[in-house]
């Protein structure tokens, strides 16, 4: 009874982590440096993080694309951005602030779910550095 339980183990196991490889080679064609390289450049990659700066031109859509890894956002001069999933629909505005502050700010960044596709509506370029923590993968 015990070696049959844990082979159900084991195979649920198994079938777990090839389920969860196939989602990943499914989105790997969204990933930043692949699906939207003009917007995003890599300063640094290793096994633990990836460091991108990142730029969106007033009136430029950034493609379809996500990042799979949480990551520290620090946004270095904002845009007016929406957010749209691959329906089109709406998930998300960020407007900058009325009065631009002096340093930059700084926020946590959960993994992207679904791809999405950003436009900078606003008048000024978007620019940030993300740095993505890879050895948190979920």
């Known amino acids: 009874m015990r070696k049959l339980l844990f082979a159900i183990l084991v195979l649920g196991v198994v079938a777990a982590i090839d389920r969860a490889r196939a989602q990943n080679e499914e989105l790997a064609d969204y990933y930043p440096l692949k699906a939207a390289p003009e917007h995003h450049k890599p300063l640094l990659e290793n096994e633990f993080v990836l460091v991108l700066d ?35 629909e709406v998930v998300r505005e960020v407007r900058p602030p009325i ?32 740095i993505e923590l890879k050895f948190l993968a979920r």
């Open 54 to 88: 990142v730029s969106i031109p007033a009136g430029a859509t950034v493609p379809a694309h996500l990042h799979p890894w949480p990551a520290v956002f620090i946004t270095l001069t904002p845009g007016h951005l929406l957010f749209r999933n691959l329906a089109g």
């Open 99 to 130: 009065d631009i502050p002096e340093k930059p700010q700084v926020e946590w960044r959960k993994p992207d779910t679904e791809p999405i596709l950003i436009t900078n509506v606003g008048s000024s370029e978007q620019r940030a550095l993300r």
